[in-house]
């Protein structure tokens, strides 16, 4: 029962490097979610696509760019990374109207 | 565009208190509300979904109430426990948007 596994779980980049953060889903949901968690401002969307082939934007989705590959897969690509963006990035999915299962995150730094 | 907002941000009560955490939103078009733990570095545990159809939830000690028209939702958690501690969150769903959290810290 893995549920919704991210990779890596932690990272540190330097200014300019690019990565991408793997998110898969073994549930057949159809859905799924990229957020990211700075302290105290809790979780914000940052891309989601509510199913394959299609991705939409959320609430701060400039300098990330996504891929949905395939139902299971949902990853998120840092083409340039820069220190605003040391986070803690959450992957989620879900099923319909059904609740939401996320991943375990993954600790990014960029020095 | 959705709002989700969380009060209070931070709570401490003395064990075997009741309590009630806030959350609201802006926009009642939802197809549901979850209610999440997160406990410090690590991920959100699920602690209660309510569909839009739906007014409340019971899981345990844990009641959730949803009241679209006025958009709030509350979680209510009978007699605390140390182990409560934690930091409760959010999603209302449309595109899952979350509030801040509220940090809640229960004292033995």
């Known amino acids: 029962n893995a549920g919704v596994t991210q990779t890596p779980k932690f990272q540190v980049l330097k200014t300019g490097q690019s990565m991408t953060l793997q998110c898969a889903q073994d549930m057949n949901h159809n859905s799924m979610y990229w957020y990211r968690q700075d302290p105290g401002m809790g979780l914000r969307l940052i891309y989601y696509?509510?199913?394959?082939?299609?991705?939409d934007k959320g609430e701060v989705p400039n300098g990330y760019n996504v891929s949905r590959l395939n139902k299971r897969e949902f990853s998120l690509r840092l083409e340039s990374a820069a220190p605003s963006q040391t986070s803690v990035y959450f992957c989620?999915?879900?099923?319909?109207?059904?609740?939401?299962?996320f991943g375990q995150g993954t600790r990014l730094t960029v020095v | 565009k959705q709002e989700v907002t969380q009060i209070p941000a931070a709570l401490s009560v003395p064990e075997g208190e009741n309590l009630v955490l806030n959350c609201s939103f802006t926009?009642?078009?939802?197809?549901?509300l979850q209610w999440f733990r997160q406990d410090p570095g690590k991920g959100l545990t699920s602690l209660l979904l309510?569909?839009?159809?739906?007014r409340e939830q019971t899981s345990g000690r844990l009641n959730a109430s949803l009241d679209k028209s006025s958009g709030r939702s509350t979680l209510y958690i009978a007699a605390s426990q140390p182990g409560d501690s934690a930091t409760y969150l959010c999603a209302v769903r449309g595109d899952m948007r979350f509030g801040a959290g509220t940090r809640l810290t229960v004292k033995p």
């Open positions: 989620a999915s879900s099923l319909s109207s059904w609740g939401a299962f």
């Open positions: 926009d009642s078009a939802i197809y549901n």
């Open positions: 696509s509510a199913s394959e082939g299609t991705t």
């Open positions: 309510i569909q839009s159809s739906q």
